[in-house]
């Protein structure tokens, strides 16, 4: 492998960084998209089934709010309600529609970085082609000898070629990934959504009417 490293020159380095990021990103979402940090199956219906004759106490709202990323977004609307007893049904929605957005938000953590060494890591191979294609076209000069040098046009083809194999390594996996982690993301905002929609005739049972 060094003598990959070697062989490719310095325009491998930036790639190489991109391959440690890229890994170490996958790793990161890979572990915090899991559906039991996100959204525990059963966890809409616990609620719900807590919550038929009364509204729990803070405590427990914290703690489902500590549970999951969909925890924090049931907690909101439960927090909404009990700040405010006579709380619309706009003003619930609402407060669903917040919460939902920093989920989703905290949900894309890093997919931009990932995307953007996707999108990246082939114009970085690209721009070691070209450091390779110049030492070629650097080793055709006249030397003192008469010829050209073979040693530094072997180094420039090496360059040349090791550099668009590399970024093209990287690029793939790191699109791949890129997609998938996109996928998991549409798939829990989704659940996310049906969630709130279900929540928001529950939690309405016990918003105090004006006419009351």
Same mark, same amino acid.
């Given at each position: 492998?060094?003598?990959?490293?070697?062989?490719?020159?310095?325009?491998?380095?930036?790639?190489?960084?991109?391959?440690?990021?890229?890994?170490?990103?996958?790793?990161?979402?890979?572990?915090?998209?899991?559906?039991?940090?996100?959204?525990?199956?059963?966890?809409?219906?616990?609620?719900?089934?807590?919550?038929? !004759?009364?509204?729990?106490?803070?405590?427990?709202?914290?703690?489902?709010?500590?549970?999951?990323?969909?925890?924090?977004?049931?907690?909101?609307?439960?927090?909404?309600?009990? !700040?405010?007893?006579?709380?619309?049904?706009?003003?619930?929605?609402?407060?669903?529609?917040?919460?939902?957005?920093?989920?989703?938000?905290?949900?894309?953590?890093?997919?931009?970085?990932?995307?953007?060494?996707?999108?990246?890591?082939?114009?970085?191979?690209?721009?070691?082609?070209?450091?390779?294609?110049?030492?070629?076209?650097?080793?055709?000069?006249?030397?003192?000898?008469?010829?050209?040098?073979?040693?530094?046009?072997?180094?420039?083809?090496?360059?040349?070629?090791?550099?668009?194999?590399?970024?093209?390594?990287?690029?793939?996996?790191?699109?791949?990934?890129?997609?998938?982690?996109?996928?998991?993301?549409?798939?829990?905002?989704?659940?996310?959504?049906?969630? !709130?929609?279900?929540?928001?005739?529950?939690?309405?049972?016990?918003?105090?009417?004006?006419?009351?």
């Amino acid at each position: 492998m060094l003598s990959i490293i070697q062989a490719a020159g310095w325009p491998i380095w930036p790639l190489i960084l991109c391959s440690v990021v890229a890994l170490a990103l996958i790793i990161e979402r890979f572990f915090h998209l899991r559906s039991v940090m996100v959204a525990p199956p059963k966890l809409l219906d616990e609620v719900i089934g807590v919550t038929r !004759a009364s509204l729990p106490a803070a405590d427990v709202v914290n703690k489902l709010a500590d549970n999951s990323v969909l925890g924090r977004l049931l907690a909101a609307g439960l927090r909404a309600v009990i !700040a405010d007893p006579r709380i619309s049904e706009v003003a619930l929605r609402q407060a669903f529609e917040n919460a939902g957005r920093a989920a989703v938000h905290r949900l894309e953590k890093y997919l931009n970085t990932l995307g953007t060494i996707a999108a990246a890591a082939p114009l970085l191979g690209l721009f070691g082609t070209i450091v390779g294609m110049i030492e070629i076209f650097g080793s055709q000069a006249p030397t003192a000898g008469g010829g050209g040098n073979p040693q530094q046009m072997a180094h420039g083809i090496s360059i040349a070629l090791y550099n668009t194999a590399f970024g093209l390594m990287i690029a793939i996996p790191a699109l791949m990934f890129y997609r998938y982690f996109r996928g998991r993301v549409d798939e829990y905002q989704l659940i996310m959504e049906l969630a !709130a929609e279900r929540m928001v005739p529950h939690l309405m049972r016990f918003a105090v009417r004006s006419g009351n």
